[in-house]
């Protein structure tokens, strides 16, 4: 955020009418866009690396996915993308010595850098460091040979002993799918609009963590964005008129010449939102499961009612269908928390998190059920899906080992949200809300949020299952088909 607060914004960006500020040493720089005009500070993100895309300098963001309405530009998105495109910065030093590099600088190109006696450093992106190449030349020994990633044996920050980077691929780009204006929600399938995600391989088979970053741009008609530039900046000295102006007014023809006001906001004509995940980790497979394509089935949304959980949904399975081949993994797992707090001013929607069970708990559990229109579950003697299935790894705090596990075990640790492990040789400690040894309440208030389940090899069929909790008639349903070919 220090480079992005000193650093010179780029100035042939289109700014419409907007007046954009200078810091607190009079540089109006990379903090200020037409969006954010007076530098408002969200977190360490910086303003302009968020509005743009592609970006011209380093970013901390590794690209996943481009979904656009325009897939001709797909080729100049992939190849501009930081994965596969180095970005430069300048860097200087400390006045007062000289070897310390300074981590920020107020020069946002190469001329103005050098001629300043910085110097010019391009940036690589980079997912993990091999750490099995130590030298140059067993670094690019490696590269592409192993498992089709690009190595470089570069600095990973500015100063740093050099390493064998592993750098990312270019990002997917893709068609966006259709969507009505305005909206937040399904698609045309009439399942939510969404991408899968594969997770890249990490070499060093170390755990990461990561943030997940969507943005979504709401483009506009109104002027060609890729041919407007500041020069159309408005500009009265120069009589330049910007295309789109703040709040004006427009002559109707009426005889009275009344005009009207049009609710145009220049900051927001053309811009970008988005949102961020939570923290996650990305761990490495067990040997059990080198081989087979893994999908994760997990649960969105959060407790409330459709008005409490806006702009989110409430709770549903995801992916609510899934699709998969005998000989792939599944791996069912959720989160939630036990301090979901959704009172006023609660952001967009209504106060309150209408639910079942202890307020301001998630719960999720897994039981079958006969198709997907039942709101009962299936009874163990006509139950079929985890009958057919087998253990390929469970948590490492569990009491058997995955080859242990019977079906019984499997649908009691689901129906139970990971609180039983088995149904007959485990042991389990009292309860700490309820003193009592290995008990649950019907509503699941005394297990924990959070579940890391197992991962499962299913036999062909079509499976239904519900969430007992969450599934409350007429008012959400949290239901999942699963179909093994």
């Known amino acids: 955020y220090n480079d992005c607060y000193m650093r010179t914004r ?11 500020g200078n810091n607190n040493l009079g540089v109006s720089s990379a903090i200020f866009t037409r969006q954010n005009p007076n530098g408002n500070r969200r977190g360490y993100e910086c303003p302009e690396e968020r509005d743009y895309y592609p970006y011209w300098h380093p970013s901390p963001w590794v690209d996943i996915a481009v979904l656009t309405d325009n897939t001709t530009f797909c080729p100049y998105y992939q190849s501009q993308s930081f ?80 390493a064998c980077l592993v750098a990312p691929k270019a990002p997917d780009c893709q068609l966006a799918p259709w969507s009505r204006v305005n909206h937040l929600g399904n698609g045309r399938s009439g399942v939510p609009l969404n991408y899968t995600w594969t997770i890249p391989y990490f070499p060093s088979g170390s755990t990461k963590l990561a943030v997940v970053r969507l943005r979504y741009n709401i483009s506009t008609d109104d002027y060609n964005p890729w041919a407007t530039d500041s020069a159309k900046n408005q500009n009265a000295a120069q009589k330049t008129v910007s295309p789109i102006t703040q709040n004006p007014y427009i002559n109707i023809g009426s005889t009275t010449n009344q005009p009207l006001r049009l609710a145009i906001n220049t900051a927001q004509f053309g811009r970008t939102f988005q949102d961020r995940s939570h923290l996650m980790e990305l761990v490495p497979r067990p040997s059990a499961l080198t081989t087979c394509t893994l999908y994760n089935l997990n649960v969105r949304g959060k407790r409330g009612n459709i008005v409490q959980v806006y702009p989110a949904v409430e709770y549903d399975f995801i992916p609510n269908r899934l699709t998969v081949l005998q000989k792939d993994c599944v791996h069912i797992q959720w989160t939630g928390s036990n301090t979901h707090n959704n009172g006023n001013p609660a952001g967009d929607g209504q106060a309150g998190d209408a639910g079942e069970g202890l307020s301001g708990t998630d719960r999720s559990n897994v039981v079958e059920s006969p198709n997907p229109l039942a709101n009962y579950p299936t009874p163990w003697d006509k139950s079929t899906m985890f009958k057919g299935a087998s253990v390929l790894w ?6 058997k080992v995955a080859a242990d596990m019977t079906p019984l075990d499997v649908a009691l640790a689901y129906a139970s949200a990971g609180n039983f492990q088995c149904f007959s040789g485990c042991s389990y400690p ?25 991962v499962l090899r299913f036999s062909p069929g079509n499976y239904y299952y519900i969430g007992t909790r969450n599934n409350n008639f007429s008012n959400r349903s949290q239901k999942g088909q699963l179909t093994v070919k």
């Open 83 to 162: 994965n596969v495109q180095p970005k430069g910065l300048c860097r200087q030093t400390f006045s007062d010595n000289s070897s310390i590099p300074r981590p920020w600088s107020v020069y946002n190109n190469q001329n103005d850098c050098t001629t300043n006696g910085g110097t010019w450093w391009l940036a690589r992106s980079y997912i993990d460091i091999d750490v099995n190449s130590v030298t140059k030349s067993s670094c690019q020994s490696r590269n592409n040979t192993l498992d089709g990633y690009t190595r470089y044996w570069d600095m990973p920050s500015f100063g740093a002993a050099a």
């Open 10 to 20: 780029n100035k042939r960006l289109f700014t419409a009418d907007q007046n954009l």
């Open 394 to 399: 469970v948590p490492s705090y569990w009491t």
């Open 430 to 454: 009292a309860n700490t809300l309820t003193g009592v040894y290995g008990a649950i309440d019907p509503l699941l208030t005394t297990v924990t949020p959070s579940f890391q389940g197992l």
